[in-house]
């Protein structure tokens, strides 16, 4: 009888009540019980959802991030944070975003908060996690007790729990070394707390304990596959079964390490090594449970379920009782449930599975494995219609588009001339000072622009008003970027509900949810849209609105579209043709409009690429492949302007120091990337790499609350200066504005701007 279990659920809820919780406590506007509170609710409502299967995951829920969890479960808990007022939760909001709730900082002396943790993209995710800090003398000590209250919690609802955490070298692999120690000589005193929490785990009742190890789909040097062998021979030894989960990609040449790992279960992800299944299983020893993924728990498309038991049937044979069904991956990555879509195109609708559907479509697999295929005749009739559907659906293909994606050649990808003589031309004509200063782009989401978009959607405000409600937005964001006197502006997005939403609703060949919400980090929840079919723009999407706030200044306003690859990677994709493809039509639609934008006048364009690296696959020896297509996308949509046309990217919260080359050859006139969490250590390539155009690295960091001082940014630019030359440099945020208050906003870029003045006047 083949066993179901899942890796994870969605945290935020059905309807984001864990983000509108996190905000009110964070704001004083209610307590610590109330947030407490819908923690205990929403996890109650998670294991319901899950009550079909054999084992729940438990402690995959977190009020922030998995991986802090984690930290604070291990006593990994950064110097600086230590001896604050307050409990260990307000720690851990300051590590997560620089300080707690409002309350306990009226108690802290220095009331500005500490500096947050920094944060990435979780492998080739859109979901950030808080970095592990480590130092040469780091000491573990366990604190159990989170993880211990949900195993009760979900005990005493009768949930067959398996606790879920990170393994110990991929905890190790993570995180970032502060001392340029070796990180690895920490694993012995790492090991013994996990031990420890094993051993707790056991004493709890727990059978089985998931350990996520998904860096085993990545490339390991000898040295690390040396500290898988060392540490599961020691946590051999703990009076628990643990399932060693790898997700993401396929094992490669790490599948004889993971086959032979002393463990009870390994899980692989099956979506994406199907074609290596076959011959793994011959290497598991014949006592191992394997889980295989057989849903994918990244994308939003039904599961092909008849196909799937063609391949499944003959190894569930093989397997019998050792077999284990699961999603690829965790389910964080999906929308909770589609029952809630009740404005969704019904024909795209019938295509999806978001992760309630997925765990029936798991259910229906073992079902058909345990007890035939004809006792759930009904349900793969129905899968079977929606697979055909979607198929031969004339509504995903479009000639046209097709007969464009043709005519692309070459001469689409390039400049008229080299950077040096555009640099030149751009100088002349914009006449910006040295240190230009600038912002990436949107401005605070307020309760108005929400109040005013939330009416015109619901047919309370027409057309006209919403357009006036916008326009004043934009007017003030205008006059207040002119009295701070930065020296390129920004229309501030105030009509933009999502960076790649936005595009999406205007493009032929995307769907939207009305709940599809996904947690990106902390409290922010994106809403990805669908992207079904071919891809054309019917029409221009933003030139009225940069036009009017250009109308208003004299000073330059930046035209602001978000990139090809930022689309592809920031939507849940078609899955039936590769992806370059599907670029390449994305590329297109935007080059259109940024031509627009030139004609009507604009003469700065941002073309956001915050995905890029994203999209990297996991082993380096693929990158090339990627990072050929993306870049040539990339340069399709931003080089058919003229050279007095300046055209910026920007990119954020994410390693780039290995794709330089790459991203130099974007070919941009401005890069603003982001480098203020990192302590500028992103900057550190320039050392050895020459780039040859313009920087603004990030000296502000939006994700925390606090308000840089004039001197710290005076400060990371001269930090900046010992890497890339001072008259290459822009003075900027590290990303956009649209999650933080004007209250901290204005102050912020006082300091910001004042900063740039300090500095041009000791040049």
Request: charged residues 25%; glycine residues 6%; contains cysteine.
């Amino acid at each position: 009888m083949a066993i179901t279990h899942n890796l994870g659920f969605p945290r935020i809820g059905a309807k984001r009540e864990l983000k509108f919780a996190l905000e009110a406590y964070w704001n004083g506007k209610s307590s610590r019980e109330d947030l407490q509170k819908i923690g205990t609710t929403l996890r109650e409502r998670n294991w319901q959802a899950q009550d079909q299967l054999d084992w729940v995951p438990v402690g995959d829920f977190s009020f922030y991030d998995q991986v802090l969890d984690l930290s604070f479960t291990l006593g990994n808990i950064p110097e600086r944070v230590r001896g604050f007022h307050g409990d260990t939760l307000d720690n851990y909001f300051r590590v997560a975003r620089g300080r707690s709730n409002s309350e306990a900082e009226e108690h802290v002396h220095c009331c500005g908060g500490v500096a947050a943790g920094e944060m990435t993209k979780w492998f080739d995710t859109n979901y950030h996690y808080i970095v592990p800090e480590f130092e040469r003398e780091t000491q573990f000590k366990l604190d159990a007790s989170r993880l211990l209250g949900q195993i009760r919690e979900a005990q005493s609802l009768g949930v067959r729990a398996k606790p879920v955490i990170v393994g110990p070298v991929t905890y190790l692999a993570i995180g970032k070394s502060k001392d340029e120690s070796d990180r690895l000589d920490l694993l012995p005193r790492l090991l013994d707390v996990y031990a420890e929490l094993l051993n707790v785990l056991a004493k709890e009742g727990i059978e089985w304990v998931q350990i996520d190890e998904p860096i085993l789909v990545t490339e390991l040097d000898a040295r690390w596959k040396h500290a898988f062998d060392v540490a599961y021979h020691q946590l051999k030894a703990c009076p628990v079964k643990l399932l060693v989960a790898s997700y993401f990609g396929s094992l490669g040449a790490n599948a004889w390490l993971a086959a032979n790992l002393p463990v009870a279960g390994l899980h692989i992800d099956a979506i994406n090594s199907k074609d290596e299944l076959q011959s793994f299983l011959d290497l598991v020893p014949s006592f191992k449970v394997i889980s295989l993924g057989v849903i994918n728990g990244r994308n939003v498309w039904k599961t092909d379920l008849n196909r799937t038991l063609d391949w499944l049937e003959p190894i569930a044979k093989k397997l019998g009782e050792r077999l284990w069904l699961a999603p690829s991956c965790s389910l964080l990555h999906v929308p909770v449930d589609l029952a809630s879509e009740q404005k969704l195109d019904p024909e795209v609708k019938s295509w999806l599975a978001f992760a309630v559907q997925k765990l029936e479509e798991l259910q229906t697999l073992a079902r058909a494995l345990n007890h035939g295929r004809e006792s759930v005749r009904e349900a793969l009739e129905q899968n079977g219609k929606a697979i055909v559907s979607r198929k031969n659906s004339k509504r995903v293909h479009n000639p046209d588009v097709q007969a464009a994606l043709a005519r692309v050649d070459a001469s689409y990808g390039e400049r008229k001339s080299g950077y040096t003589h555009r640099a030149a031309v751009q100088s002349a004509y914009l006449k910006l000072p040295k240190y230009p200063t600038t912002t990436i782009g949107s401005f605070p989401q307020t309760s108005g622009i929400r109040q005013a978009r939330s009416r015109f959607k619901a047919g309370e405000l027409d057309e006209a008003g919403y357009r006036e409600a916008m326009h004043a937005e934009i007017a003030y964001g205008i006059r207040e970027q002119e009295h701070l006197g930065l020296d390129v502006l920004v229309h501030g997005e105030a009509e933009r509900n999502d960076m790649v939403e936005y595009f999406g609703e205007q493009l032929e060949g995307y769907a939207f949810s009305q709940f599809g919400w996904v947690q990106s980090y902390g409290s922010r929840c994106v809403k990805p849209p669908i992207l079904f079919g071919d891809i054309q723009r019917p029409k221009a999407m933003t030139v009225e609105w940069i036009g009017y706030a250009q109308s208003l200044t004299k000073k330059p306003v930046k035209g602001m579209l978000t990139g090809p690859v930022t689309m592809l990677n920031w939507s849940f994709v078609r899955d039936d043709q590769p992806r370059a493809d599907t670029c390449r039509q994305l590329a297109l639609a935007i080059r259109e409009e940024v031509l627009d934008l030139e004609k009507s006048g604009v003469k700065i364009i941002q073309i956001d690429e915050a995905a890029l690296r994203e999209g990297l696959p996991l082993r380096k020896s693929q990158w090339q492949a990627y990072l050929d297509w993306a870049v040539d996308a990339f340069r399709i949509t931003a080089n058919g302007v003229a050279d007095e046309t300046q055209i910026h990217t920007h990119m954020c919260y994410s390693e780039f120091n290995d794709i330089l080359p790459a991203i130099a050859r974007m070919d941009a006139d401005v890069i603003t990337i982001e480098a203020s969490r990192s302590g500028m250590e992103l900057l550190d390539a320039f050392e050895h790499f020459r780039y040859p155009n313009e920087i603004g690295p990030g000296v502000y960091d939006i994700h925390s609350p606090n308000i840089p001082t004039q001197e710290s940014i005076v400060q990371r630019i001269r930090n900046a200066e010992s890497k890339v030359p001072a008259e290459r440099l822009w003075v900027n945020p590290d990303c956009g504005l649209k999650t933080r208050k004007w209250d901290e906003v204005i102050p912020a870029l006082a300091n910001l701007v004042a900063a740039a003045q300090e500095l041009r006047k000791a040049s």
